[in-house]
């Protein structure tokens, strides 16, 4: 038979053919993390018809994301600010080291212990600013230590700020974009807030942070972590930035708004576990036994081969496990297979 032009495997029950040793295939277990915005604008309500505040709303809906994908995938958990009560513009620090999911079961109570402690860490007051790009900075050799795929889930409901490293006018001012009241005044073109002369004002604190936010997500995609960008109802005003932010992420939806934009309470816990299913979607996988030759082993996604190729293919990683590359793994990760299959028996597939 001519392998090259072999474009679906066989039956496990076909005769007479060289690949019909099937392996039991599982998918390595991917990383998730949550970086949730604890600013003090989360205090308010997520909605007008709401007494559910935002911080709350992303919380719950967070700790749902992690009991329906169980041990799917492992899960972590940084809040920012770090410490709003000593400094309101605290880096942000991580509550939940990196761990596997809960296993499938039945527990004594309503969650599992990995989501129950997920749960407890992430229950935390909102307060101060929203040091965005100090947090992603901080972020990144802990995320960068992680084995296998790494995914950044970042909910926040404003624009980054909490840099005192250059002065603006009004036009780059947060308070100013928001307009917000200082004094029983409202935050003007013709009354930047962010002013260090104006009494009671913010000062450089609330001087919006996008390059170097943006400039922190950009390092995390070249350590090959995306980053899922999560507008909470407040956002708005950001749009811009926060779409640039997912392409520059690599998460970027088809069509605007390019990041996953929140507009009520109501599509949070949807929209929190549309990522986190897509998160979960792994390109590296263990097999249930070592193939008698790896030289005679193809890999085969929704019933069509691909090559053994470290660039847009497959390559092995350890005797009993491996990884699908490039194109192929972006197939995976959007959610457009099915099905991953591993037959042993006939020579690789070269690249072509």
Known sequence: ?????????????????????????????????????????????????????????????????????????????????????????????????????????????????????????????????????????????????????????????????????????AADCTWNIEGAMVSLEKCTPDRNCCDPAMPKGPGLNACLDGVATATAVAALRDAEIRTYVVGIPGSEHYASLLEQLAVLGGTA????????????????????????????????FTLNEPPPDPKFVNVYLDQTIIALDPVNGWSWTNPTSLRVNGEACTRIERGDIAQVQVVAGCPSMPPR
Do not use: W
């Not at 309470?265 to 979607?281: D, Q, V």
């Open 253 to 284: 939806r088809p069509t605007s708004p390019r990041y996953y934009q929140v507009n009520d309470g109501s599509e949070l816990g949807a929209t929190l576990l549309h990522i986190g299913k897509l998160a979960s979607l792994s390109c590296e």
């Open 1 to 169: 038979m001519d392998i090259d032009n072999r474009d679906k495997p066989p039956q496990a029950d076909a005769s007479g053919y060289c690949g019909n040793h099937f392996f039991a295939v599982t998918p390595n277990p991917p990383n998730l993390y949550f970086v949730l915005d604890r600013s003090g604008s989360m205090k308010s309500t997520v909605s007008a018809d709401s007494q559910v505040t935002k911080y709350a709303a992303v919380r719950y809906a967070s700790i749902d994301v992690v009991a329906s994908l169980g041990s799917a995938v492992s899960v972590g958990a940084a809040v920012f600010p770090g410490s709003p009560s000593q400094d309101e513009c605290s880096v942000g620090m991580q509550v939940f080291p990196t761990r596997r999911g809960d296993q499938a079961g039945s527990y004594a109570g309503k969650y599992g212990p990995v989501t129950l402690a997920f749960a407890q860490a992430i229950d935390v007051l909102s307060n101060g600013g929203t040091p965005t790009a100090a947090t992603l900075r901080f972020l990144l050799p802990l995320l960068g230590e992680l084995k296998g795929r790494t995914s950044v889930l970042l909910a926040t409901d404003g624009g980054p700020n909490c840099s005192t490293a250059f002065a603006c006018g």
